[in-house]
């Protein structure tokens, strides 16, 4: 950090975001707009701040998020506001508040922006993150949740992933959840002494919840809990194994993590996650699942749904840890030197004809030497620079530098203007 005396730091657990890690960000946000476009899925764009009520009754009041991780504030009427920490909540109140249900066929929306959990920052964990997802309003359908997870891996395969794996699992439905609770809550009972203070905790008020326990003495515990998955009702038990047989048929790998429970109370039926080796702790790249009683938890009709979230900052990490080459798409740079006294009308207009062209101009704005102009322009990545020197002028020439060959050449101005797409080839 190079911060001066007196300087206000970035609040602990954020950061700011530029080049180039903008510029990956950029590319994986379009290839996954383009994605979802693919897919039906159309944008929608929520608050960042909610009522809290909203993320309390639909997350669950007795999950991590809602009990130590929101970002939760009055306003100046005293009414209780949360910046969201995570996106199908609002999406949920969004689609209820503007009648969506009167759309033909399924909803289908994507959203991206950031979202803001108080957790312990660590690598891959950020108390403003940034995810992009989506939700699938209004069909019981497993093929909706097929979809939903094919979309993300063929997501993956075209940012060039390749280490990733996808954990399914089935959380069942009100009614298998009763019976298997009741058992659950027994083997807890039995085994509390054992267990590590934040799993005596949860035993008591989300029991399904110890399952996502890091402690390996309690992993090893519930190694002989009874697990939800062999407690499912038919329903629950059918639509689990339409899923995987639907998987297979998509020849989309896939591996059965009974104890993936996820953070969320709304989930019903399939949840899923695919983590990637290349995370390091915290290796859940994206996550999702159905949540059909949400939609009438939060005063709509009964109504199923299913949805994802994905990590950014995650994906980043790991396409970072790959060494995927990325170069961003844009057109070449180009950086106008100037040599010698100059009429900064020459240098302007010059600039304008580049840009017009969609090429983009640099230049220094301040007087310096040309070795000073030529260093910069290579600093900052040109591919080119037209070098304006007061000789050169008199003839009606400029010099343009290859700074990517390093050689250099003197043309006529006029024969550059108009045939600058030739002058301005760059490898790719
Ligand atoms: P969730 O909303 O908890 O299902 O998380 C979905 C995805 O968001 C995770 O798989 C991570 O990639 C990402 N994520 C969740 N929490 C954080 C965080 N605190 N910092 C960075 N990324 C996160």
């Given at each position: 950090?190079?911060?001066?005396?007196?300087?206000?730091?970035?609040?602990?657990?954020t950061k700011d975001i530029f080049t180039p890690e903008i510029e990956l960000i950029d590319h994986i946000n379009r290839t996954a707009d383009e994605k979802y476009r693919q897919y039906g899925y159309?944008?929608?764009?929520?608050?960042?701040?909610?009522?809290?009520?909203?993320?309390?009754?639909?997350?669950?009041?007795?999950?991590?998020?809602?009990?130590?991780?929101?970002?939760?504030?009055?306003?100046?009427?005293?009414?209780?506001?949360?910046?969201?920490?995570?996106g199908t909540a609002g999406v949920v109140r969004a689609y209820l508040e503007n009648n969506f249900s009167f759309n033909p066929g399924i909803t289908k929306v994507h959203y991206n922006g950031p979202m803001f959990r108080a957790e312990r920052p660590q690598k891959g964990r950020l108390r403003e993150f940034h995810q992009f997802g989506c939700e699938a309003i209004g069909s019981m359908n497993v093929l909706l949740d097929v979809e939903i997870i094919e979309l993300h891996i063929n997501l993956l395969h075209k940012l060039k992933l390749k280490d990733f794996t996808l954990l399914i699992n089935s959380v069942g439905d009100k009614n298998c959840r009763k019976e298997y609770t009741a058992l659950l809550d027994k083997f807890l009972r039995k085994n509390k002494?054992?267990?590590?203070?934040?799993?005596?905790?949860?035993?008591?008020?989300?029991?399904?919840?110890?399952?996502?326990?890091?402690?390996?003495?309690?992993?090893?515990?519930?190694?002989?809990?009874?697990?939800?998955?062999?407690?499912?009702?038919?329903?629950?038990?059918?639509?689990?194994?339409?899923?995987?047989?639907?998987?297979?048929?998509?020849?989309?790998?896939?591996?059965?993590?009974?104890?993936?429970?996820?953070?969320f109370d709304y989930y019903t039926k399939t949840v899923f996650e695919i983590q990637s080796t290349l995370l390091g702790a915290q290796n859940a790249l994206l996550g999702g699942g159905r949540y059909?009683?949400?939609?009438?938890?939060?005063?709509?009709?009964?109504?199923?749904?299913?949805?994802?979230?994905?990590?950014?900052?995650r994906l980043m990490i790991a396409l970072k840890e790959q060494n995927i080459p990325f170069k961003p798409d844009h057109k070449a740079q180009v950086y106008i030197c100037t040599a010698g006294n100059f009429d900064e009308k020459i240098v302007i207009r010059l600039m304008d004809h580049v840009r017009e062209h969609g090429y983009i101009?640099?230049?220094?704005?301040?007087?310096?030497?040309?070795?000073?102009?030529?260093?910069?322009?290579d600093k900052l990545n040109c591919s080119f620079s037209l070098i304006l020197g007061e000789e050169e002028m008199k003839k009606d020439q400029i010099v343009l530098r290859s700074l990517e060959k390093g050689s250099q050449?003197?043309?006529?101005?006029?024969?550059?203007?108009k045939n600058i797409s030739d002058y301005l080839k760059v490898k790719n």
């Open positions: 950090m190079f911060l001066r005396r007196n300087a206000i730091p970035v609040v602990k657990g159309k944008k929608i764009e929520t608050p960042i701040m909610e009522y809290t009520d909203l993320f309390a009754r639909s997350i669950g009041t007795y999950t991590d998020i809602v009990q130590k991780e929101m970002f939760t504030f009055s306003d100046r009427k005293d009414r209780s506001i949360t910046l969201r920490p995570e002494s054992k267990l590590c203070e934040n799993c005596r905790s949860r035993a008591d008020t989300n029991p399904l919840r110890v399952f996502d326990c890091k402690n390996p003495t309690c992993q090893e515990i519930y190694n002989d809990a009874p697990l939800l998955t062999d407690h499912l009702c038919d329903e629950c038990a059918g639509h689990f194994e339409k899923l995987q047989s639907w998987l297979k048929l998509k020849t989309i790998p896939f591996s059965i993590n009974k104890k993936l429970v996820r953070g059909d009683y949400l939609i009438e938890l939060l005063g709509g009709k009964p109504t199923p749904a299913v949805g994802t979230a994905v990590g950014i900052e101009p640099f230049y220094s704005y301040e007087a310096k030497s040309l070795k000073a102009q030529l260093k910069e322009a050449e003197n043309i006529d101005l006029n024969d550059f203007k």
